[in-house]
């Protein structure tokens, strides 16, 4: 879980990272593919993996454990946008919010969406 705060600092990519890793169990195994791969984190791609993630949850429908993890990812992202730095926010702008509204998901996605990630959009 994102704190708005870690002794006033505001959160940055490998804190976003580890709470969103916290909360499914895919993305941890992914980031650690991830981080064997390019050798660090890469904010930018591995933001490409949590849409993608994200992505995977909505389309496999109904109320169960996926939905959960849509839903605790975007809390993630959304938390990300209020207490993250410049560079946090930088990333979930570019390379969640604005790629997601090309995924053939979005519609689906759009209304899951809080009010910080729905800034990002202006056609919402």
Known sequence: MIH???????????ELADSL??????????????????????????????????????????????AVEAA?????LERGMESGDRETRNVISISFAGDAELEPFF??????LGPRLRALLPGL
């Open 4 to 14: 708005a705060a870690r002794r006033g600092k505001p959160t940055n990519n490998r």
């Open 21 to 66: 890793c916290a909360v499914s169990p895919e993305l941890f195994e992914m980031r650690k593919s991830h981080v064997k791969s390019f050798g660090t984190l890469i904010p930018h791609v591995f933001m490409a993996i949590v849409l993608a993630r994200v992505g995977a949850c909505i389309r496999a429908k109904g109320p169960g454990e996926q």
């Open 72 to 76: 605790e990812i975007l809390q993630g």
């Open 107 to 112: 519609g689906v996605l759009a209304p899951l």
